[in-house]
């Protein structure tokens, strides 16, 4: 199992643009996540998904927008990328039986300049 | 979710036990204690986890006090690989979607 995977490693973007994160998990885990974590940080919450075509906001949801259209991908999208946005972004899954015990991907590390 | 106190860092030699303490004094009866950890540049890993008993696996120990106020996470022979942040999580078991809140957790240092 490759576990939970997370393109591209690193990206920098321009102000106002727009790009997808992309992340799946081969776990065939029912509960997805996205979190930020700003340097010298802990991780906050973006959004969350319990299943396919269920997702539900997190802690800082503002200026993201998700989908979750199989079980495998939950890609993470920015529309007008500003310089809050720069940050490492992981992705994480679950299984519903033990929910807490969360398996993160490698990263996306973000600079928006 | 309860509020969890951690030391900013410690340090600990190579080979030895590294005992990292977390306080989680107004922890409520439903709630869990978990420990992630995360290497430099790397995700969250999870290590373990536990409600009332003491717990082990094969990274690592788990010890909470009979009030469950406190808790200690114990790597019996810490590597130069343990150097990581370390992450104390105070937890209901949800039903729909975990939200884990991480802080910002200890740094151990593990010293040749």
């Known amino acids: 199992n490759a576990g939970v995977t997370q393109t591209p490693k690193f990206r920098i973007l321009k102000i106002g643009q727009s790009m997808t994160l992309q992340c799946a998990q081969d776990?065939?885990?029912?509960?997805m996540y996205w979190y930020r974590q700003d340097p010298g940080m802990g991780l906050k919450l973006i959004y969350y998904?319990?299943?396919?075509?269920?997702?539900d906001k997190g802690e800082v949801p503002n200026g993201y927008n998700v989908s979750r259209s199989t079980t495998e991908d939950f890609p993470l999208r920015l529309e007008l990328a500003a310089p809050s946005q720069t940050s490492v972004y992981f992705c994480a899954s679950s299984h519903p039986d033990r929910q807490e015990t969360q398996y993160f991907g490698p990263g996306t590390r973000l600079l928006v300049l | 979710d309860a509020k969890t106190t951690q030391p900013t860092s410690m340090d600990c030699a190579e080979g030895r036990a590294a005992n990292l303490p977390c306080n989680h004094s107004t922890i409520s009866g439903n709630e869990y204690v978990y420990w992630y950890r995360q290497i430099h540049s790397q995700g969250p890993q999870y290590i373990i986890h536990?409600?009332?008993n003491n717990e082990t696996n094969e990274m690592a120990s788990l010890i909470i006090t009979e009030d469950r106020k406190s808790s200690t996470l114990i790597l019996p022979h810490a590597t130069l690989r343990d150097t990581a942040v370390y992450y104390c999580i105070v937890r209901v078991h949800e039903t729909s979607g975990s939200r884990l809140t991480f802080g910002e957790g200890t740094q151990l240092t593990v010293n040749p």
């Open positions: 776990m065939n885990h029912n509960y």
């Open positions: 998904s319990v299943g396919a075509g269920i997702t």
């Open positions: 536990g409600l009332k």
